[in-house]
């Protein structure tokens, strides 16, 4: 079992950063490919970045490349999302999600568990 807590989202405005953390708890936090997602309103949940169970694979949407990081640090159960250069259209509720597999997936429905999300609204 794995628990997801999810904090750092707020208001920022367009070209500003905000740093996404997702702490977990459960003992094979290490072995889980995690990944985080996003949705708004009256539209499914959107895949946004996804770690392998060691850091070193990593995947994003095309939307997101070159200005959003992730990345995970196993020694403290957390992975984290760093945004930049944020525009109103990433405007969203953030999830993060494990999945009980050590390799990264795009589709939400490999995810077994997911945190509570946290909004992250960008203006223009």
């Known amino acids: 079992q794995v628990q997801l807590v999810e904090s750092g989202g707020g208001l920022v405005q367009a070209g500003g950063s905000l740093r996404l953390s997702c702490a977990a708890s459960?003992?094979?936090?290490?072995?889980?490919?995690m990944g985080w997602f996003r949705q708004t309103p009256g539209k499914e949940r959107e895949f946004v970045a996804a770690?392998?169970?060691?850091?070193?694979?990593?995947y994003y949407v095309d939307s997101v490349k070159g200005r959003f990081t992730i990345s995970r640090d196993n020694a403290k159960n957390t992975v984290y999302l760093q945004m930049n250069s944020l525009k109103p259209e990433d405007t969203a509720v953030y999830y993060c999600?494990?999945?009980?597999?050590?390799?990264?997936?795009?589709?939400?429905?490999?995810?077994?568990?997911w945190g509570q999300g946290t909004q992250v609204t960008v203006s223009s």
């Open positions: 770690i392998n169970w060691s850091g070193s694979s990593l």
């Open positions: 999600a494990a999945r009980a597999g050590s390799s990264y997936r795009v589709d939400s429905h490999d995810y077994n568990y």
């Open positions: 459960g003992r094979t936090f290490r072995s889980n490919a």
